[in-house]
């Protein structure tokens, strides 16, 4: 895909534009802040046309020399050629520096992981997949935090619930969600008998406290006694709170905390990333259409990923790919090469349907 010339020149004014105004200390308040967040996004997209530009300046006036000095010759040919090498290269990168972003790509998530089909296995698998996505937060220098968590007798999750927050979190989560299966031998099998469990992951935009406007009357609010696995009581206050919300049906427990304001307020937060998910759903119609037939629709009800214990292999069913590393992929650097591919391929498929 080529961009003309007319548009990166239009790119880079805009970019100077938005430098001299943020350097001329007249933006105030939401002004600056807008200006900030434009001049960021735009950063990366205006760097990668600068460098197209240059690449193909200096292209063009090595093939206009016409020079009969056969050394200055070789060098100016050897130049081209690594210029023509190079620029499709430039001009990839730049296509997709220029692709629409989701809005909430630098959003912190909501990531919540629920035990499936498969019982105590099922939960205990729910629980490698809450490590995995730790150890992979930790990776990227991301903070996740424990919200809510519905534990089994066995040391599983039958649900948890946690708040990732850092440097494009979502835009990197976002294509976990589905349903992961894994086929192994559960700790509770006798008879070495390889079982197939399941557990759904979802992970949703965490919006401002703006993007969602929250009515006191639209919620019904249950305070009660916290229990634990195996019906052990977690603490002896009613310090649990649940929260309907009438308008849409939402319904969000939290009771991990032994305070009960803590409690509500991590549970407004769950509610309202359910909330804005929703609004998201509604608004973009076609467009959501567009983005399933990418790599998925990341709908919970989706098999997006198998992971295979007895051959130590991890397969995602939405690009056909195959990492013989089920060890690293838990420990988290495996899982960045499956994201890197599914972003790329998001990227290939936005890119074609651009140039259709």
């Known amino acids: 895909m080529t961009i003309p010339d007319e548009r990166l020149a239009q790119l880079a ?8 105004r943020l350097a001329s200390g007249t933006l105030e308040g939401e002004a600056f802040v807008a ?10 997209v205006a760097q990668a046309a600068s460098q197209v530009r240059a690449m193909r300046g200096e292209l063009a006036g090595l093939e206009a020399l016409d020079d009969a000095d056969p050394e200055m010759k070789a ?6 050629a690594r210029l023509r090498t190079e620029l499709p290269e430039a001009e990839h990168r730049l296509a997709i520096a220029m692709l629409p972003r989701d809005s909430a790509d630098a959003r912190p998530a909501m990531l919540e992981i629920r035990a499936g089909t498969g019982g105590d296995e099922a939960a205990l698998f729910a629980a490698d997949l809450y490590r995995m996505y730790e150890r992979y937060a930790a990776e990227q220098g991301w903070r996740m935090e424990m919200i809510s968590a519905n534990a089994s007798d066995i040391g599983g999750f039958k649900e948890v619930v ?9 835009a990197r989560l976002k294509f976990e969600s589905g349903v992961h299966r894994v086929q192994r031998v559960p700790v509770t099998e006798s008879g070495g008998r390889i079982h ?12 401002d406290e703006v993007d969602v406007a929250i009515e006191d009357k639209d919620l019904k609010i249950d305070i009660y006694r916290a229990s634990g696995a195996g019906g052990q009581h977690v ?8 929260i309907t919300h009438l308008p849409s049906g939402l319904v969000v427990i939290c009771q991990d905390e032994r305070s009960q304001h803590k409690n509500k307020a991590k549970a407004m937060q769950v509610l309202r990333a359910r909330l804005y998910e929703k609004m998201r759903d509604e ?27 007895p051959q130590g292999r991890v397969t995602d069913h939405r690009i056909n790919l195959t990492l013989h590393k089920l060890p690293e992929v838990l420990a988290g650097p495996g899982l960045g090469e499956l994201i890197d591919a599914l972003i790329a391929e998001d990227e290939a498929k936005r890119l074609a349907a651009l140039g259709e």
Do not use: C, H, W
């Open 13 to 20: 004014a805009r970019f100077s534009e938005l430098e001299a």
């Open 35 to 44: 200006a900030s967040r434009d001049y960021s996004e735009l950063e990366p």
């Open 75 to 80: 060098l100016a040919e050897e130049e081209i």
């Open 162 to 170: 946690a708040n990732v927050t850092g440097q494009g979190v979502f």
């Open 196 to 207: 197939t469990s399941a557990a759904t992951v979802a992970v949703l935009p965490e919006p």
């Open 235 to 242: 603490n002896t206050t009613d310090s649990a709170v649940r």
């Open 283 to 309: 608004a973009q119609g076609a467009e959501a259409e567009a983005r399933k037939a990418m790599v998925g629709s990341g709908d919970r009800s989706e098999r997006i990923r198998t992971y295979n214990f």
